[in-house]
């Protein structure tokens, strides 16, 4: 089991930018495929961004692709979600997530096992 905590929520007009982190403990990033999702008031809970164990390939939702970049530092333990060009649509909390070490990627959020607790972004128009 890994312990997740995201940071760099807030509010930002659009049009700006904002980089959230999750910080891992308890196992390694490497192990582990992960994956940025996202729940805003309403909604269910919608894939992001995920990041193969391997580090690469990465894998985006249509809504985000080409504005949101995923990345890891394995000597830190964290993986980053930049999020440049942010809309009003973007509004939602956004939580950090792992899956099974060593398996592929899924945009399903009942493929993870391990959920930080969320950081709220909010986008003004």
């Known amino acids: 089991q890994v312990q997740l905590v995201e940071s760099g929520g807030g509010l930002v007009q659009a049009g700006g930018s904002l980089r959230l982190s999750c910080a891992a403990s308890?196992?390694?990033?490497?192990?582990?495929?992960m994956g940025w999702f996202r729940q805003g008031p309403g909604n269910e809970r919608e894939f992001v961004a995920a990041i193969t164990w391997t580090g690469g390939p990465t894998y985006y939702a249509d809504s985000v692709k080409g504005r949101f970049t995923i990345s890891r530092d394995i000597a830190k333990n964290t993986v980053y979600l930049q999020m440049n060009s942010l809309k009003p649509e973007d509004t939602a909390v956004y939580y950090c997530a792992a899956k099974t070490p060593g398996s592929k990627w899924s945009s399903s959020p009942s493929a993870y096992n391990d959920w930080g607790q969320g950081t709220q972004v909010t986008v003004s128009s």
């Open positions: 308890g196992r390694t990033v490497s192990s582990y495929t």
